[in-house]
């Protein structure tokens, strides 16, 4: 028996391969990871409204992982606009390539289990292995961390190297009729005045 399997996470991927072995499949399994590093993170806070950053902003560090509804109504107001924009994220990262189909979202809401059915959010969370990688994506944007510019590239020639813009360009004979830069001291005769040559003979 042959099973191929695309796309599994890593979890996944190992009880497969423990359960393939023991019933001696050959079994080929592709992973994807779908783990938050500080890169992804970067790019799912930088794409977040100002409103929608303060709130996973204060999920990360003001509750390390855990902060109360109620606390971040007092702060940002209305949570409707920053929950969506943390739910587009997702998917738009996805859309672009940022991450992999199938990546947790980073914050989740918690229920109230008194009322399990109304789904009230009485608190948001983050698992506790993503706070680090996040509050690390969070100081390199306060920093402005960015990829460093190009230096300049250096010039082919030092100063005393450079050629003279009186050279006769290389290929080219000293009587050839080459365009030459030259001083003009009022007393130096450059040659006849061939515009006042056509004025006479005209």
Do not use: C
Request: charged letters at 25%; glycine letters at 6%; hydrophobic letters at 40%.
């Amino acid at each position: 028996m042959r099973i191929t399997i695309e796309g599994a996470d890593k979890a996944f991927a190992e009880k497969l391969v423990a359960l393939a072995a023991a019933h001696r499949a050959e079994l080929t399994v592709a992973t994807v990871d779908t783990d938050w590093t500080v890169e992804r993170a970067t790019r799912y806070l930088r794409s977040l409204t100002a409103g929608a950053r303060r709130f996973a902003e204060m999920v990360i560090v003001d509750g390390d992982g855990y902060i109360e509804a109620d606390r971040l109504r007092a702060a940002v107001g209305k949570l409707n606009g920053p929950t969506v924009a943390l739910s587009r994220a997702i998917p738009r990262g996805v859309r672009e390539g940022w991450w992999p189909e199938g990546i947790s979202a980073p914050i989740t809401p918690v229920w109230d289990p008194d009322n399990p059915s109304w789904h009230k959010n009485i608190a948001y969370e983050m698992n506790s292995e993503n706070v680090p990688v996040f509050r690390t994506a969070l100081a390199a944007l306060a920093t402005g961390h960015k990829t460093p510019p190009s230096p300049e590239p250096p010039a082919p020639w030092s100063d005393e190297e450079a050629p003279s813009a009186l050279a006769v360009l290389p290929g080219w004979a000293a009587g050839d009729d080459v365009p030459r830069a030259l001083p003009h001291d009022g007393n130096l005769d450059v040659g006849p005045d061939t515009s006042s040559e056509r004025q006479q003979t005209s």
